[in-house]
């Protein structure tokens, strides 16, 4: 039996990583870089939800938000419940003879517990920093509703607490004797980007952008959303810096994996072990002049996904569309083993490929906000934050509005916005009414609602951010 193991990052875009190229230089992650040339590499993967607790119960229940209704971040208050029983893939693994383990971040409903062995330590979203630490840390902060920390570093003289992530991991794997199954889960590069020193300046010379661009064309969803972030309060050296930052933390996880990949050579575990590598989802750095996740522009929703495993030719490149969903299917099709009927997705290396992909996130309440734990983020006229779902393929993507204020979406409130990414890779022009895509977009919008069809809906009680809660919980 194969071992696994599995390298899962919050908010990893794929253009972080060496393997997957940058326009501002090279990026520095030889580590990641190496188990892609190993394995094979996937160009067009998204996320089933472009926020943490939505896309992590989806990938481990094998199925979407709209059955499970867990659909935003609000998910993971201890009063929400599922709508219904849940098996997850790792509870498969162990049923296989796997012993399985998770070390930092986890992020899911209450009721979902996958693994045999969950330790969180390093993966909080405290980072291990006192609130007086906290204080005193140089920010760069949006001067906006949410002032959240988008670059900063770590407190001086001290241990950088993620890294426990992975020295809890490699303690737990000196002691494995027989089949295992552990996923490594680094909360970095998710906000607030507080960075280990001395990876601050890695892409110090890199010509990153600083520069916003023009949102008149996109959806009123996303235009709300960016004047939530308020990215247009800093200068653009703050915002160059800020990627500077992001891209720094990753070179760091780097680093941590690399660590992990020493321990299995010294061990002569390497050859006989199926690597992972994936995120929840991606991260803007002032598309759409947003920041962090929620939407489903590309940076957003799109993920790196590599996958190196024994009889899988190395140095493969695939540029067929797949989804996170997908990843229990194949990884069981790796293993030899069969997953219950239940796991949606499809086995990358078995199975044909799928004409589109789907994704869904928010609740759809009139309480319903971007960032519930801030009360910020809201429709025009103080209307809720909509419920909102995508359907993708290679060349397209639409997304729409499909719950407000506590009910459907009336065809009026659908917000529509379509575009060909082969025209506009940034995603930045709303085509819905062009009668040259008319028939697309009809079928896309048919192929959508049949998808969102009897969404499952869960008690509105149970997904009120209590007050006073700490903001941490929900990020």
């Known amino acids: 039996m194969k071992n696994v193991v599995f390298f899962f990052c919050d908010e990893l875009r794929p253009d972080a990583l060496g393997c997957y190229g940058n326009p501002a230089g090279p990026m520095k992650t030889p580590n990641m870089d190496r188990i892609a040339e190993n394995g094979v590499l996937f160009e067009e993967c998204f996320c089933p939800s472009p926020v943490c ?3 992590r119960a989806a990938m481990m229940t094998g199925a979407y938000p709209e059955e499970t209704g867990a659909y935003d971040n609000e998910a993971c208050l201890p009063d929400f419940r599922l709508a219904g029983h849940f098996p997850t893939f790792p509870e498969e693994l162990a049923k296989a003879g796997y012993a399985t383990a998770n070390f930092g971040k986890t992020h899911l409903p209450p009721e979902l517990r996958p693994f045999q062995l969950d330790n969180p330590e390093g993966g909080e979203m405290h980072l291990g920093i006192t609130p007086q630490e906290r204080k005193n840390l140089k920010k ?4 906006g509703g949410m002032s959240f920390n988008a670059a900063s570093l770590y407190p001086e003289g001290k ?5 426990r992530v992975t020295e809890n991991a490699l303690a737990w794997l000196k002691e494995r004797e027989g089949p295992f199954f552990v996923r490594i889960s680094y909360t970095q590069p998710h906000s607030p980007i507080i960075v280990k020193r001395g990876y ?3 892409y110090g010379d890199y010509p990153f952008s600083g520069e916003l661009p023009d949102i008149s064309g996109l959806s009123e969803f996303e235009q709300s959303f960016a004047r939530a972030v308020a990215l247009d309060t800093l200068s653009e050296e703050e915002i160059r810096q800020a990627k500077i930052y992001y891209y720094g933390m990753v070179t760091w996880i780097d680093d941590e994996i690399g660590k992990v990949l020493t321990f299995l050579r010294e061990n002569g575990m390497l050859e006989d072990t199926v690597f992972l590598l994936a995120a929840d989802h991606g991260a803007l750095r002032g598309e759409v002049r947003g920041l962090g996740k929620h939407v489903f522009q590309r940076r957003s929703q799109q993920i790196p996904l590599v996958i190196s495993a024994p009889g899988l030719q190395p140095g493969t490149r695939r540029s067929d569309i797949c989804s996170l969903m997908d990843l229990p299917r194949t990884l069981f099709g ?5 997953l219950p009927e239940s796991f949606h997705g499809r086995d990358l290396f078995r199975d044909p490929a799928e004409e589109f992909v789907y994704s869904t996130k928010g609740f759809g309440e009139a309480f319903s906000c971007a960032f519930p734990n801030r009360q910020l983020g809201r429709l025009p006229g103080d209307r809720g934050w909509p419920r909102r779902s995508c359907i993708r ?3 397209y993507r639409l997304d729409m509005n499909t719950r407000i204020d506590g009910r459907p979406a009336a065809p009026e409130e659908r917000d529509l916005f379509f575009t060909d990414c082969l ?3 940034e995603e930045e022009v709303n085509l819905a009414s062009d009668p040259l895509y008319r028939e697309i977009v009809e079928r ?3 192929l959508l609602e049949a998808h969102v069809a009897g969404m499952a809906e869960v008690d509105p009680s149970t997904i009120v951010m209590p007050e006073g809660a700490a903001r941490q919980s929900m990020q």
């Open 53 to 55: 607790v939505a896309s």
């Open 140 to 143: 760069i902060t949006p001067r």
């Open 159 to 163: 241990a950088y607490y993620p890294e």
């Open 200 to 202: 601050e300046t890695v």
């Open 334 to 338: 790796l293993l030899g083993l069969t």
């Open 393 to 395: 393929s290679r060349r």
């Open 423 to 425: 025209r506009y890779p």
């Open 444 to 446: 896309m919008t048919a």
